[in-house]
């Protein structure tokens, strides 16, 4: 039970600072928002560790824990600036296929996942693929899913403003 409850704060945590991120890339540039987030986030685990305790930690472990924290920045500062830029009902699905890559990683190195969590999978790459021919007429050409991709020169460039792309 314990897990489960872990597994609903974080899906409501992130969902919440997802929603809230974008919402704010909208109106601020996307770097401004992660230089204020991040931080605060940096504080809160502090803060967390100092009340729970934590486990040491090797060096080695700590050098994989410091590289996913610069990935997922990196992924924040993309999905951001996506959000920034397009329509969240496009780009919110699409970036949340990055569960695909540890799961690819699991397969190659052996895991054995459940006929039902591979099931999984399908709805969730079919609704993506959906994505990209569920366009409204009205809808500008430049918000679909085609072109949620177009994040990524601003993601290099540090711009976040739709009309600098």
Same mark, same amino acid.
């Given at each position: 039970m314990g897990a489960l409850i872990i597994s609903l704060t974080s899906a409501f945590s992130w969902g919440? %600072?997802?929603?809230? *991120? @974008?919402?704010?890339s909208r109106r601020l540039p996307v770097l401004g928002v992660l $230089?204020? %987030?991040?931080?605060? &986030?940096?504080v809160l685990i502090g803060l967390t560790v100092l009340l729970f305790g934590a486990d040491?930690? %090797?060096a080695d472990k700590f050098a994989i824990a410091a590289l996913a &924290?610069?990935?997922?920045?990196? @992924?924040l500062w993309a999905f951001y600036a996506a959000m920034a830029m397009g329509t969240v009902s496009v780009v919110a699905?699409? $970036?949340? !296929? *990055? /569960?695909? /890559?540890?799961i690819a990683? &699991?397969?190659?190195? *052996?895991?054995a996942p459940a006929a039902i969590? !591979? #099931? @999984?999978? /399908?709805?969730?790459? +079919? *609704? #993506?693929?959906?994505? &990209?021919y569920g366009r409204a007429p009205s809808t500008p050409a430049?918000? @679909?899913?085609? %072109?949620?991709?177009?994040?990524?020169? +601003?993601w290099v460039s540090g711009s976040s403003s739709p009309g600098s792309i």
């Open positions: 919440v %600072s997802d929603f809230l *991120g @974008g919402l704010t $230089a204020v %987030s991040q931080p605060v &986030g940096l040491p930690i %090797s &924290g610069a990935a997922s920045l990196a @992924g699905p699409v $970036a949340s !296929l *990055g /569960v695909v /890559v540890p990683v &699991g397969l190659a190195r *052996g895991d969590q !591979l #099931v @999984g999978l /399908v709805p969730a790459i +079919a *609704g #993506v693929v959906i994505l &990209g430049s918000l @679909g899913f085609r %072109s949620c991709w177009r994040f990524w020169p +601003a």
